[in-house]
């Protein structure tokens, strides 16, 4: 990716647009990829949609939405429906007991604590209001785990939203522990817990912190249960095994409460439940449109060139993902059954490449169980096939992608589909051939004007400065790499500049293309105008036969039908609960850590790829 400095001079002539191409501090997850037709139903879940919160070791996840097709729109009111309920899910630290969860706008929240035997509703006991959506209001979950953690007087609890706990002191005699909460560095609370109390119940040992949220009143917001304590040589220490927070900030569910198209309709505090629909807003779904649907839950449409009966219009939903962090794209959840097959392609795992535009996308893995295992060679194999793409300036014709471990490479350029210019240039037009992939830095047909001698940036250090001659028509093209001139080439345009270089055993690969139109003047200054770049990396990526890519190994590689085939070979992989193993590259298989096993309840698994919204320097 890169990012393009353009200098221009007469904003009022001239039409500077800027191309902008840089690493994205956000991602995307998709859904299954449908088709606008009319009559159509379409239902996502969390299954589905990997947007929607799921819980694999509860098996918790109730969200769906369903869109129902009327001609080219979803019309209001029922176009679009979404509905949610709560389950009864386990606190971490299970001597709290159980809680209501539901999952809201792809995110889990609280919505009720649950009754229960003095020893296992503590959390339920100690609030004054223990239903948040009887005031039709839900709390986003920041904490449940029972990791155990030790702090001291002089390094605080920090939990989130600003708070933390502090040791003021502990009575060693007594094993009291005095504790102050502060949010900001301002004092909220103060309490005493006894952890080290003889016959000491979840009450000596469990911090509350409770606030009113909204109309609700008193409702515990942070909870830790203290499993020692005592007084140090330096500091005081104690060792906490549990840690429950939700938001102090309350989501508003309130019946006909508006999220960007859809609206609460009902709220239903006894069975936990809400449903939202599109009611006064119609959808269009028309070529080319990214329409927010609620939250950070979109509808996007393919900008398709043909749009026919025979090829209907391409759209998905997708959740935008902006907050820095760490997170799971992961595939439909399946189970560990003997003799089960599943395969993953981009219409069911998002993590693997998909371009809506083009159709572009043949990634698949396919799993094979015997008992709980995939066994090698084949318990998983991964194949990948080269797709005519077309260069965004469409008079440089044609190349060959491939997406492989779900990103997106430059594969080769075709002999009779790519214009001469480039392949004029090339020694070597397969990559694949040659044992490597290199990825695509930068495809536009975007108009631009720069003057002449100024630069344009490109990735990887690479820089254009063209230069016009005296003549007004004729341009020095000089490319630059780190500052350094690489490359001079006098060009008389309308014309292609084209620079080669070798990639690995690749020799004289086009890796920047640029196309330049006749040049222009203007108050005694001079101007380029170009409405075509390509580059691509100059760091290839090797594929050959027997490379290792975590488990998986390259078996066969094909230049001629532009092919790759990996299998586990050597690599058994034994599916027990409670594991994450890298596949290859990001792309990860998890099991449940769930609390029984049988046939009728047998292990949930599924793949995912890890992503890092940037911002976040650890990786999940």
Request: with cysteine.
């Amino acid at each position: 990716m890169t990012r393009m400095r353009v200098i221009t001079f007469t904003a009022a002539i001239l039409l500077l647009l800027a191309m902008a191409a840089f690493a994205m501090n956000s991602t995307e997850v998709r859904s299954n990829v449908a088709t606008v037709e009319d009559g159509a139903v379409y239902t996502w879940g969390p299954q589905e949609f990997a947007g929607f919160y799921y819980g694999i070791d509860d098996n918790i996840g109730t969200e769906s939405i369903t869109l129902t097709i009327t001609g080219d729109a979803l019309e209001e009111p029922e176009g679009v429906v979404y509905e949610t309920v709560a389950q009864r899910d386990d606190f971490d630290y299970e001597e709290w007991g159980t809680y209501w969860t539901i999952g809201f706008l792809g995110e889990e929240y609280f919505a009720a604590y649950v009754e229960g035997d003095a020893e296992d509703a503590y959390l339920f006991d100690d609030s004054t209001d223990d239903n948040l959506m009887i005031d039709e209001q839900l709390s986003k979950v920041l904490y449940n785990d029972d990791e155990e953690r030790t702090f001291t007087t002089s390094t605080p609890l920090k939990l989130a939203e600003g708070y933390e706990l502090e040791i003021k002191t502990t009575d060693q005699s007594t094993g009291r522990v005095y504790v102050q909460l502060t949010k900001d560095g301002v004092v909220v609370d103060s309490a005493l817990v006894e952890p080290s109390k003889y016959g000491a119940t979840i009450e000596d040992k469990t911090y509350t912190y409770k606030k009113d949220l909204g109309d609700t009143e008193k409702i515990v917001v942070i909870a830790v249960h203290f499993k020692n304590a005592f007084r140090g040589a330096g500091a005081d220490l104690a060792t906490i095994d549990g840690i429950w927070q939700i938001s102090d900030t309350y989501t508003d569910v309130e019946e006909d409460t508006e999220y960007d198209k859809m609206t609460i309709q009902t709220v239903d505090a006894d069975a936990l439940a809400i449903m939202m629909n599109n009611e006064d807003n119609k959808i269009d779904l028309s070529a080319n449109k990214y329409t927010p649907l609620m939250g950070n839950i979109w509808i996007k449409t393919a900008n398709q060139d043909i749009i026919s009966a025979e090829e209907p219009l391409r759209f998905y939903i997708c959740k935008e993902i902006t907050e820095p962090g760490n997170y799971e794209i992961r595939g439909s959840v399946n189970c560990v059954i003997d003799g089960y097959m599943m395969e993953w392609n981009p219409s069911n795992f998002a993590g693997l490449y998909y371009d809506i535009d083009n159709n572009l996308g043949t990634e698949k893995i396919t799993i094979s169980l015997w008992g709980d295992t995939l066994e090698e060679p084949n318990g998983v194999v991964y194949t990948t096939d080269a797709q005519i793409d077309n260069f965004e300036f469409q008079d440089w014709g044609s190349f060959y992608a491939m997406a492989f471990m779900g990103q997106l490479y430059f594969a080769g350029y075709i002999d009779d589909m790519t214009s001469d210019p480039i392949l004029d240039e090339a020694t070597t037009s397969n990559l694949l051939g040659s044992g490597c992939l290199s990825k695509i830095l930068v495809d536009n047909s975007t108009s631009m004007v720069i003057g002449s001698g100024e630069t344009v940036e490109l990735a990887e250090g690479y820089e254009l400065r063209p230069q016009i001659g005296i003549d007004d028509k004729a341009i020095l093209v000089e490319l630059l790499h780190d500052g350094f001139v690489i490359d001079q080439m006098a060009v008389l345009p309308p014309v292609t500049y084209v620079y080669s270089t070798d990639l690995g055993d690749a020799l004289g690969v086009p890796i920047i293309a640029a196309h330049f139109l006749e040049p222009v003047s203007l108050d005694d200054r001079s101007y380029c105008k170009i409405d075509g770049l390509w580059q691509i990396s100059d760091s290839p990526i090797s594929i050959e036969e027997d490379a290792i890519y975590d488990k998986m190994t390259v078996q066969s590689i094909d230049p001629s039908s532009m092919n790759i085939m990996m299998n586990n070979e050597d690599n058994k992989i034994t599916l027990n609960k409670n594991m994450g193993t890298t596949l290859m590259g990001d792309i990860r298989i998890k099991t449940a850590d769930q609390d029984w096993l049988s046939a009728e309840n047998p292990l949930r698994f599924y793949i995912y790829k890890k992503v890092t919204v940037q911002g976040s320097e650890e990786l999940i």
